[in-house]
């Protein structure tokens, strides 16, 4: 346990002083939202529910739900989702 | 793009039925098999497209997770020809009338020559063809340089050639050299061609006959081919065997051209108005009219009538024949003129009916209008016109010695 915490102090210090960007040094995932009408989110970790008003997926620090009305799946692989249709809201859950 | 990747290696849509489609797509997806445009069409039931070269491992995930999938569409290039299998005639056909194109354009069907003049065409596309072009023959066996030189040795008039294939069809273009046309070398003598009176004489080969101020008439030998030798000193010897030359030279000599012109003061004709055009059918011995007037139309006018028989081949043919009257209107018209008028337009006449006679070469010397009048007073002016030219008024004829 101890390792543990000290591999993670020293992975945020590593972080801090290279500058990385963080979505790629612990996982987080990355949301980009077009307009009203696309969401991309880099890094999921699969697709807990799906139907026209809401997508939930699971991400490293718990679950994102893209709500909305008419959603689609545009593509779907495993680092990388895009949700199309009239885009209402992103949240953490 | 992305989609036309997937329309070359093939999609299929597919209708996914269960109650755990999240977990189906989250397995698949970490199988690596991509999924897109999921569509939510109701409780429990999406469709989605794939590759279809992934159905098969779907399958396998389908019975892990409880659900079940159809295959709703295909599209793509492969299904594409998997129903070009099925309908092997047409698409063989497709595929033979190209290849059957294809080859076809291997050869040479057309030799075309232009640019010759004084050779055949014919001759010229016989060489070519024993130098290897002739129409049939597969466009690489051509060597093109070998025609040009072989055409260029057999026929020496020709300066230039060029042999260029152009699809299906050689052009052979060709030069021709200007060569001089051969001169004959029969005797001849120089003639005149009109009466007139001999002004100058030049003489560049022959005995002149004719002196300057001579009058002569057509026909008359003005330069002789000829030549006798004149002996000299002694007046008694007999001139010796004449010589025969093809007499070469100028004889300018005033030539007299008359012109004559006559107008009427008033004038009375008929000239041609409107056109009506009437169509016949004539079947047996009917006549139906298919448009036009029956009749003349016009008080005055001039019929032509032109028969067609259509539908003619050797003895036989419908009895039917089309007939078309064409009717032009004559229209009466008189013209007035003037005095002076109608003798400006009677010496137009004259002019007119001199210079087309009159040589290319020629000088003016002198023209006279004289107006005819007879001896009581008329409706008519007449105009006598004199023009005298000078001309050289030789030309060769040969003769036989």
């Known amino acids: 346990m101890r390792w543990r915490e000290l591999q993670r102090q020293l992975r945020r210090k590593t972080v801090a002083a290279l500058d990385l960007p963080s979505e790629v040094a612990f996982n987080l995932p990355k949301i980009v939202i077009t307009g009203n009408v696309q969401v991309l989110i880099e890094n ?46 992103v949240w953490f859950v | ?107 040479v069907w057309v030799v075309e020559v232009s640019g010759t003049k004084r050779t055949e065409a014919t001759a010229i596309r016989r060489v070519a063809a024993e130098a290897g072009l002739e129409p049939g023959t597969l466009r ?12 260029k040795e057999r026929f020496p008039a020709v300066a230039w050639v060029e042999v260029e294939i152009k699809g299906s069809r050689a052009l052979v273009r060709i030069a021709e050299k200007k060569l001089p046309d ?5 005797p001849a003598h120089v003639v005149a061609r009109r009466a007139g009176l001999v002004e100058e004489v030049l003489v560049l080969e022959g005995q002149p006959v004719v002196k300057e101020g001579d009058t002569v008439l057509p026909g008359q030998v003005l330069i002789s081919g000829e030549i006798i030798s004149e002996a000299e000193g002694e007046g008694e010897v007999a001139p010796g065997p004449p010589r025969y030359t093809r007499a070469k030279g100028i004889v300018r000599a005033r030539v007299w051209y008359q012109g004559y012109g006559e107008v009427l003061l008033r004038e009375r004709g008929e000239r041609p108005g409107r056109v009506a055009r009437a169509l016949i059918l004539k079947a047996g011995g009917r006549e139906v009219r298919l448009y036009g007037p029956g009749s003349p139309p016009y008080s005055r006018c001039r019929v032509r009538v032109t028969t067609k028989k259509p539908l003619q081949w050797r003895n036989f043919g419908l009895p039917i024949e089309i007939i078309s009257r064409e009717f032009t209107e004559l229209v009466p018209y008189e013209i007035r003129r003037s005095r002076a008028e109608a003798r400006r337009l009677a010496e137009q006449r004259a002019r007119r009916m001199v210079h087309s006679s009159l040589p290319d070469e020629k000088r003016l010397l002198r023209e006279s209008v004289e107006e005819v009048r007879a001896a009581e007073p008329e409706e008519t002016v007449r105009v006598r016109l004199e023009v005298e030219v000078l001309e050289d008024i030789g030309v060769v004829r040969e003769f036989k010695p």
Request: glycine share 8%; charged share 30%; hydrophobic share 45%.
């Open chain 2, 1 to 107: 793009m992305r989609h036309l990747i997937y329309y070359l290696r093939g999609y299929v849509a597919i209708i996914v039925e269960g109650k755990s489609l999240e977990r189906f797509i989250n397995m698949a997806v970490r199988r690596g098999i991509k999924f897109w445009d999921v569509t939510y069409l109701g409780r429990e039931r999406i469709l989605l497209r794939v590759r279809w070269d992934a159905v098969r491992a779907l399958r396998h995930i389908a019975r892990r997770t409880a659900s079940r999938f159809r295959i709703q569409g295909k599209a793509g290039l492969p299904f594409v020809f998997g129903r070009a299998r099925r309908r092997k005639a047409l698409y063989g056909g497709a595929l033979f009338f190209l290849a059957a194109l294809y080859f076809l354009s291997l050869f």
């Open chain 2, 140 to 151: 690489w066996r051509i060597k093109e340089k070998e025609v040009e030189q072989v055409i």
């Open chain 1, 44 to 89: 999921h970790r699969g697709i807990v529910s799906y139907d026209q008003e809401e997508v939930r997926l699971l991400v490293e620090a718990g679950e994102v739900a893209v709500s909305g009305r008419g959603l689609v799946i545009r593509s779907i692989i495993p680092e990388e989702i895009v949700i199309e249709g009239e885009i209402q809201g």
């Open chain 2, 182 to 186: 051969a001169i004959p070398r029969t």
